[in-house]
C-alpha cells in the first residue's frame, strides 16, 4: 500500500499543507518544534482513528482554528482508498470513506494501513501492561476490524460489569445480573485472547530476526502473550474465572481478571527487558518490535503497509542505521530528521525541509 496524496488543513501548526509522496522513502527534515511529527501523527489518524500523542482531539485542532482535517488517498492492491477525517473542539468527528460518511468508527480501519515508530514507543517496553495491550490491539485493529468490534464489545461489556458491582452494593438482589454481562465478556474476551495469542506468536516469529539485524551482538528478543485469564483461550474458561472471581470483584468493586488485565511479555536473552534491560537494550527491542509489527502486517493483509519512522536514525550508530535503510525496500517509508548526514546511504525519492509548520521541496 502507498499514499499517494495527502492534505492538512488546521491540523496542529499546520494551516495547510499537501504532500504527494513518493512509493520510496520520503523525508521530513527540519530543526526541532518545526512540525515533523505533526505530519506523520495526521497519516498515522488516517490508518487507526487515534493519535499516537494524544486522546484529546481538541489537541490537533490548529490554535485558534474551530476544526481540523486531515485527508489520505491511498493505492492498495485493490485499487485507490481515500479517507477523510475532520475533528471539531467538541470531540465531534466526520469521518469519510470513500467520500461516504461512516456511521461506525471501525469503518475507518484497514484503508491506509501504517506502522509507526516514535520515541513514544520506549513506553511499549519500559511501561505496564496497558502500553502493550494498545500495541497489539491497534496492529490487529488495522489487519482485522472485526478485532475492534470485539475489543468495544469487550469494553462495554465490562463497563456494565463494574458498574452492576457498584450497584450490588446498595442493591444485593442485582447479583444476579452479572451472569448476563460475564456472558458477554467471556464471548467478546475470548476472541480478544484468541487473536492475541496468535498475533503475539507471529511477532515473535519473527522479531529474533528483526532484533539481530539492529542489536549489537546477537541478542536474542523474545515476545510472550501472558493472558489474565490461564485456563484457556476460550468463552467457558473465561466465564469461569470470572465466577471464581465474582466474590472478590463484589469486594473490590471491580473486575479483576480478564483480557483487560492481559500482559505482553519481552524478553532480551531470556530476561524481561523491562525490569532489566539497559535503555539502549529496551529503544532496540521496540524499534524491532515495530518492525516486526510490519512483517506480520504484510503477511496478513498481503501488502506492505507504509512505514513512518520518527527520530529513529539520530538514535543508531552508522551500522545499525545501514541495517534498516537495507529493511526499507518496497516499503513507503516517511523518515523525520534533523540532520541529512543520518540519512547517508538511503535511497531518498522524495524530501521536504519543514520549517513553522510548512513544507518545502529539499
Ligand atoms: N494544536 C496546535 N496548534 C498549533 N501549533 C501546535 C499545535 N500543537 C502543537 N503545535 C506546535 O507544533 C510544533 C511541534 O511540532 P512537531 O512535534 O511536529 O515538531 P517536530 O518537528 O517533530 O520537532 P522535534 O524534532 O523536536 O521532534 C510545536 O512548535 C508546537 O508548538
Ligand atoms: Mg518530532
Request: charge should be neutral; proline fraction near 2%.
Amino acid at each position: 500500500m502507498i499514499i499517494t496524496c495527502a492534505e492538512l488543513n488546521q491540523f496542529r501548526s499546520y494551516e495547510h499543507c499537501a504532500l504527494t509522496p513518493c512509493a520510496g522513502v520520503n523525508v521530513l527534515l527540519g530543526d526541532n518544534g518545526q512540525g515533523k511529527t505533526n505530519v506523520l501523527e495526521a497519516l498515522y489518524l488516517c490508518c487507526t482513528g487515534r493519535s499516537h500523542r494524544t486522546r484529546q482531539d481538541r489537541e490537533l485542532i490548529r490554535w485558534g482554528a474551530e476544526f481540523a482535517a486531515v485527508r489520505v488517498q491511498a493505492q492498495r492492491r485493490d485499487g485507490d482508498h481515500d479517507v477523510e477525517i475532520a475533528l471539531n473542539a467538541l470531540g465531534r468527528r466526520r469521518i469519510k470513506v470513500f467520500g461516504q460518511e461512516i456511521s461506525r468508527s471501525g469503518e475507518l480501519l484497514g484503508h491506509v494501513t501504517g506502522v509507526l515508530f516514535s520515541p513514544e514507543d520506549l513506553r511499549t517496553v519500559k511501561d505496564g501492561p496497558a502500553e502493550r495491550r494498545r500495541f497489539v490491539d491497534m496492529a490487529l485493529s488495522q489487519i482485522k476490524p472485526a478485532y475492534y468490534y470485539a475489543l468495544q464489545r469487550y469494553a462495554r461489556a465490562l463497563k456494565q460489569r463494574n458498574e452492576t458491582l457498584k450497584a450490588i452494593a446498595a442493591q444485593p438482589a442485582l447479583a444476579a445480573t452479572l451472569d448476563a454481562w460475564d456472558e458477554q465478556l467471556a464471548a467478546a474476551g475470548a476472541e480478544l485472547m484468541r487473536q492475541r495469542r496468535a498475533y503475539v506468536e507471529k511477532l515473535n516469529a519473527v522479531a529474533s530476526e528483526t532484533h539481530r539485524d539492529i542489536a549489537e551482538g546477537r541478542e536474542k528478543l523474545e515476545i510472550r502473550y501472558q493472558p489474565s485469564v490461564t485456563g484457556g483461550d476460550d468463552a467457558e474458561a473465561v466465564a469461569e474465572a470470572l465466577f471464581g472471581a465474582r466474590e472478590n470483584d463484589m469486594r473490590r468493586l471491580s473486575t479483576s481478571v480478564g483480557a483487560h488485565r492481559d500482559d505482553v511479555q519481552i524478553l532480551v536473552e531470556g530476561r524481561d527487558v523491562r525490569a532489566f534491560g539497559s535503555q539502549g537494550q529496551q529503544r532496540t527491542a521496540a524499534l524491532a518490535m515495530r518492525l516486526s509489527e510490519l512483517d506480520v502486517m504484510r503477511e496478513q493483509l498481503g501488502e506492505w503497509p507504509m512505514l513512518m519512522l520518527d527520530d529513529v536514525m539520530s538514535e543508531l550508530d552508522p551500522g545499525r542505521r545501514r541495517q534498516l535503510i537495507g529493511r526499507l525496500k518496497g516499503i513507503q517509508t516517511f523518515i523525520t530528521c534533523t540532520d541529512a548526514e543520518d540519512l547517508a546511504g538511503a535511497a531518498i525519492g522524495q524530501a521536504w525541509r519543514v520549517e513553522n509548520g510548512e513544507l518545502k521541496d529539499a
